[in-house]
């Protein structure tokens, strides 16, 4: 289909890893983020992919990439109450930033 | 802080008038970028401009217009407004070469 897809909600226990997965459409796609919303806040730029990486680290964030099956996971170790947000996986489908498509986004509770 | 600006922060209008939403771009940034975010139709595309022109359209109504000033902020008219539009309406701006999307704090209307 045309449409970015994630799990709307997830709830992981503090200090847990969460896992936010994310399927996307168009294998073309040069590169792949994850936005955090943080509630009545705007979108924060988490951490992005480019399409020839399958894996990037970024401290407590793990980005996956599994261009075969068109799927993006985001790892957060040691899940922390503030992490709590809504978490938007999104693509840009050509070269000059435009276009970008993103997910219905998932809401992360993390519980103490 | 992202350096993208929006003005205002909250708008409260009633049905049938028009509005106008601020952006300043993040510096050295040519593009910008409008969104609409509302609890059912999530982060929808409106409009994409590069450094003066319209380069890329989504899903806008004839009712909303968007222009990009020589100064490279940007602003977005809704008119005849309904109270369907009532939302969160982002900004967004990339580097020339577009790699990836910075958001302001965005704009929250009320139609009444």
């Known amino acids: 289909g045309e449409d970015v897809e994630q799990s709307l909600f997830l709830s992981v226990r503090e200090g847990d890893s969460s896992v936010i997965n994310c399927t996307y459409t168009?294998?073309?796609?040069?590169?792949l983020y994850w936005y955090k919303q943080e509630p009545g806040a705007g979108l924060q730029l988490l951490t992005y992919?480019?399409?020839?990486?399958d894996m990037k680290q970024d401290q407590r964030l793990t980005v996956l990439l599994n261009k075969k099956d068109k799927h993006l996971s985001l790892r957060i170790a040691d899940t922390q109450t503030g992490d709590s947000a809504i978490y938007f996986c999104?693509?840009?489908?050509?070269?000059?930033?435009?276009?970008?498509?993103f997910g219905p986004g998932t809401r992360l509770s993390v519980l103490p | 802080d992202s350096g993208v600006t929006q003005t205002p922060k909250h708008l409260i209008t009633a049905t049938g008038q028009r509005v106008t939403l601020r952006c300043s771009p993040r510096?050295?940034?040519?593009?910008v970028y409008w969104y609409q975010q509302s609890l059912d139709q999530g982060l929808q595309f409106l409009i994409q401009?590069?450094?003066?022109?319209?380069?890329a359209k989504g899903n806008i109504l004839e009712r909303f217009s968007a222009q990009q000033f020589p100064d490279l902020h940007s602003e977005l008219n809704l008119s005849s407004l309904e109270l369907g539009d009532s939302a969160l309406y982002f900004c967004?701006?990339?580097?020339?070469?577009?790699?990836?999307?910075?958001f302001g704090p965005g704009t929250r209307l009320t139609v009444l």
């Open positions: 401009y590069y450094n003066g022109e319209e380069r």
């Open positions: 967004a701006s990339s580097p020339p070469w577009g790699d990836t999307q910075y």
């Open positions: 510096s050295g940034d040519l593009s």
């Open positions: 168009d294998s073309s796609s040069t590169y």
């Open positions: 992919i480019f399409s020839n990486m």
């Open positions: 999104a693509e840009a489908r050509d070269n000059y930033g435009q276009n970008f498509v």
